[in-house]
């Protein structure tokens, strides 16, 4: 049951995606050809402020769902509607504190842009749309944490998918009428609007033990929760600070037009990410059950597999990224590159931040927040420290090389918890297959990029087919025929086929 669940969602979730990177990559695209690259600059820099805020959020969403698990393999809905009754109150006091402390960002905004074209007033304006999208999601939006930990994620992704199509149709529609970013951005949030309000209908009425307002957890389970959360919290700074505080770094220590060059490698790389994390994500339920109801070694069994089906997509898609990126952006998105050098770290960057996620889940669904914390803090203070000291002296790589080293030793520190304390056995084989995860994309991008280069200077979007095949026929057949023996592998076509035969 958890296979089918998990294997629904994340077939659902790929449609999405797909669909998601379709009409995103048209929308970026007119998006560049009507706006500047300044534009690109000040939509990545605010995201990036916005996401800083919502650490207020403190990590509610992740305690909710790891108490969510027992309750409803139990069935106590009276426990359910009081967990979600006290996370809808969270989210109402987290959304008004989050409007308080947008508001105090406001006088600062001239200090955060370096060398911007647009006047101070347009940029506050810019700024409070961004703000009131970020606001009203968490008054819809705790919904879905029901669905997703109950594992029926996908009875939603339809809505979701049909948020998306409407979202960027007149998202690219604006562009094409008005050129006003402006108007774009407030046309993105009344459709996000109103679709999260049929998420939340949605989910009310699938669950109908939502209407119940009275029903409140006792003083124990509350504590419980809220000690969660307190140590939740520093694992929600550490990744807020990994993957939000870059842009701000560059624009204020560099200057915004780079903050929107490298949104256009990250925005490829967050396309590829949103298909490596839909199964991932859509099997962390049934992780949190297997912890629950499993022995230890069948969640061992399943941490392993993960990572190695995780490095099988990462190490692909990060090859054929660092091979193609380039000539992508300079065919589509009017030749705004970054030297090669920068886009190596970029890859390899995207690579850990993709082969981590199966640990990071595991370690959440255990349980083990208290004892995470600690590590978090320490990834969070690397990175910052790093990242401030190396961009003096190496502009947007000292940025990257601080996020790689914070996550490398988060990942260290994180994967000796895990097996001290829940697995109880050494974490040094686990490492050891890490490890092997980096010496097998080592290899990949070496022989890929060198038979990439050996292709002659033809036509640009000749040389760009050329090498897009390089990049699908090589990495394959190299992962074909190291791991096609591996557990891992054998289990990756098994669920495949389990797909693709079901009635």
């Keep these: 049951m958890r296979s089918d669940n998990v294997i629904k969602s994340s077939f659902w979730k790929i449609f999405n995606n797909m669909l998601s990177i379709l009409l995103g990559f048209g929308s970026r695209t007119i998006f560049i050809h009507f706006l500047s690259a300044d534009y690109l600059g000040i939509n990545g820099l605010f995201t990036n402020v916005l996401s800083l805020l919502s650490l207020a959020e403190l990590g509610f969403s992740t305690a909710v769902t790891f108490n969510l698990y027992k309750p409803l393999i139990q069935k106590d809905e009276k426990k359910i ?79 979701t998918s049909a948020s998306t199509i409407v979202c960027n149709v007149f998202k690219i529609l604006t562009l094409v009428v008005t050129r006003n970013f402006l108007v774009y951005l407030a ?8 679709f999260n309000a049929m998420t939340a209908y949605y989910v009310k009425k699938e669950y109908p033990l939502l209407r119940d307002k009275d029903a409140k957890l006792d003083k124990d389970e509350r504590k419980k929760i809220f000690s969660d959360v307190g140590n939740l919290f520093l694992g929600k700074l550490s990744t807020t600070i990994l993957t939000s505080t870059d842009n701000i770094i560059i624009s204020s220590f560099v200057n915004v037009v780079s903050v929107g060059l490298m949104s256009n490698y990250t925005t490829l790389i967050g396309y590829v990410q949103t298909f490596i994390n839909a199964p991932l994500y859509s099997a962390q339920a049934s992780i949190g059950n297997a912890v629950a109801a499993e022995p230890k070694e069948y969640v061992y069994k399943i941490l392993k597999r993960l990572t190695m089906m995780t490095f099988f997509v990462a190490s692909f898609s990060a090859t054929a990224l660092l091979c193609l990126s380039n000539d992508f952006i300079a065919i589509i998105w009017d030749n705004l590159i970054l030297p090669m050098p920068v886009v190596v770290i970029l890859m390899v960057n995207s690579f850990l931040q993709m082969i981590k996620q199966p640990l990071w889940i595991t370690l959440n669904t255990c349980g083990l927040f208290k004892k995470d914390k600690y590590i978090s803090l320490a990834g969070a203070l690397c990175n910052l420290i790093v990242s401030l000291v190396l961009v003096q002296f190496w502009d947007i790589s000292g940025v990257i090389w601080g996020t790689i080293i914070s996550q490398l030793l988060q990942m260290i520190l994180k994967a000796r918890l895990l097996f001290k304390d829940y697995f109880q056995e050494s974490c040094v084989k686990y490492l050891l297959l890490i490890c092997g995860c980096f010496a097998g994309l080592g290899i990949e991008m070496g022989v890929t990029y060198f038979l990439c280069s050996l292709v002659p200077g033809w036509h640009l979007y000749l040389v760009f087919v050329v090498k897009a095949i390089i990049c699908t026929v090589v990495p394959t057949a190299m992962i074909v025929l190291i791991f096609r023996k591996t557990d891992a592998f054998d289990y990756t076509l098994s669920l495949i086929k389990h797909k693709l035969l079901k009635k």
């Design 81 to 159: 509607a009081g967990i979600m009754n006290l996370y809808k109150w969270v989210y109402r006091v987290v959304a008004v504190f989050i409007a308080i402390a947008g508001l105090c960002v406001v006088p600062f905004l001239g200090y955060i842009c370096k060398d911007s074209q647009f006047e101070l007033n347009y940029l506050r304006i810019t700024y409070l749309l961004f703000l009131g999208k970020t606001v009203s999601t968490y008054f819809f939006s705790y919904n879905s944490t029901l669905i997703t930990a109950d594992q029926k994620e996908y009875k939603i992704l339809p809505i």
């Design 187 to 194: 046309t993105d949030i009344l459709v996000g609007i109103l």
